[in-house]
């Protein structure tokens, strides 16, 4: 129900554009976030969009270079990741509940929908 796609190998400064594609959900009763998991480290919730009433939010260390966003009409929701770093390296979700909570940055890390996960690799 949830299709994360977008990643690859890229160098530090460069970017990529996520999408998470919904499918059996609706972006008007599911908030939607990304979490991301590096080897060896814990997952993180980066950011997230909230169906209530479509407001944003940010892990701190990607404040100002990543951006989210929605399109209903296609129930996608974007990662617009720019400036990227090597610390970005990661395997990134995209992961669905209705308590818009538990999909951000500071959630439970627990949502009910996930999704398969896309590669992002950051060169130095």
């Known amino acids: 129900q949830l299709q994360a796609f977008g990643g690859g190998l890229v160098q530090a400064g460069g970017f990529l554009k996520l999408s998470c594609v919904v499918s059996?959900?609706?972006?008007?009763?599911?908030?939607i976030g990304w979490f991301r998991q590096a080897p060896g480290k814990e997952r993180e919730g980066i950011s997230c969009i909230s169906h209530v009433d479509g407001s944003s939010a940010y892990r701190d260390s990607v404040k100002g270079r990543f951006t989210i966003s929605r399109d209903k009409a296609k129930n996608t929701v974007f990662l617009q990741m720019n400036s990227l770093k090597p610390e970005d390296t990661a395997l990134y979700y995209c992961?669905?509940?209705?308590?818009?909570?538990?999909?951000?940055?500071?959630?439970?890390?627990?949502?009910?929908?996930w999704g398969q996960g896309t590669q992002v690799t950051v060169s130095s």
């Open positions: 059996g959900l609706t972006l008007d009763e599911y908030s």
């Open positions: 992961v669905a509940d209705q308590i818009p909570g538990v999909v951000s940055p500071q959630g439970t890390l627990n949502p009910i929908y």
